[in-house]
C-alpha cells in the first residue's frame, strides 16, 4: 500500500519497548510508603492500564478513596519511575534499533505518548536513541489527549497529519490516529488491540517494508 507517508509517529508502551517489569518495581518502592493500601502492583497490573492518561491509571490502581492522595501517588511513583528507568531501562522489541535507523534514511520520527514529562527522556537516554527522533511530547507535558497532541506535534512540525502515520498497540490509539487525521498502524505484538488499521504489524521490524 502506497500511503504517501512523510513521518512516521511512535506510541512508547507496547510499540517501542515493553517496560512493565521495571515500572511495577518502581512503583511498588513507592506503595511501599503506603501500607495502609496494602497494595502490591504487578506486570500485568501495569500492562492492562499502560496507554492511559496517568490521572485514569492512578484512579484503576490506587482507589485509595481520595483522588488527592491518588494523585500524590502517581506523582511520587512517576518522578520515581523516570529514574529508575534511567537505571534499569525496560525491553525493547527485537530489532528495533535497526529499525528506526533505516526509517529515519526515508520518514521523520516522532514520539506521542499518554505518558508523564521525562519518561520519553528516560528512554531515549538509556537506549541512545535520540539521535533518530525530531521532536516529542506526552500527556505530561500539556495534560491534553493523545490524538490532540498528535495533531498539534504535526502543527509544530510543519505535517499533514495526512502524510503521517501512527504507530500504536491499543484502540485507544487507534481512535487518536483517525482522530488527529493520521494513517494508523496497530503493532499486534503489543499490549492491546484495535479494530482498524492501515498496517498490521506482528513485528516492528515490519514498517521497514513500508511504501
Known amino acids: 500500500m502506497n500511503m504517501n507517508i512523510k513521518a512516521v509517529i511512535f506510541d512508547m508502551d ?5 517496560s512493565a517489569k521495571s ?6 518502592e513507592v506503595l511501599s510508603e503506603f501500607p495502609q493500601l496494602g497494595i502490591t502492583l504487578t506486570e500485568k497490573n501495569i500492562k492492562s492500564v499502560m496507554g492511559l492518561p496517568m490521572d485514569e491509571i ?10 488527592a492522595i491518588n494523585k500524590e501517588i502517581m506523582d511520587r511513583c512517576c518522578e520515581y519511575e523516570n529514574e529508575y528507568l534511567r537505571m534499569h531501562g525496560g525491553i525493547l522489541y527485537d530489532g528495533l534499533e535497526v529499525t528506526l535507523a533505516v526509517l529515519a534514511e526515508k520518514y521523520r520520527l ?10 520519553i527522556e528516560a528512554f531515549l537516554d538509556y537506549y541512545g536513541l535520540a539521535e533518530y527522533f525530531e521532536d516529542f511530547t506526552c500527556w505530561g507535558d500539556n495534560n491534553v489527549s493523545k490524538g490532540e497532541n498528535i495533531r498539534l506535534l504535526c502543527g509544530k512540525n510543519g505535517i499533514e497529519p495526512s ?3 501512527y504507530v500504536g498497540d491499543t484502540q485507544g490509539d487507534c481512535i487518536s490516529a483517525y482522530a488527529a487525521g493520521t494513517r494508523f498502524a496497530y503493532a499486534a505484538y503489543g499490549f492491546g488491540s484495535a479494530d482498524k488499521y492501515d498496517i498490521y504489524l506482528t513485528a516492528v521490524t515490519q514498517l521497514t517494508a513500508m511504501q
Open 14 to 18: 507496547g510499540t517501542l519497548w515493553d
Open 23 to 28: 515500572v511495577a518495581a518502581a512503583w511498588n
Open 58 to 67: 492512578a484512579d484503576k490502581l490506587f482507589a485509595s478513596g481520595s483522588a
Open 110 to 119: 516522532f514520539i506521542v505518548s499518554n505518558c508523564q514529562s521525562g519518561y
Open 163 to 165: 502524510e503521517a502515520l
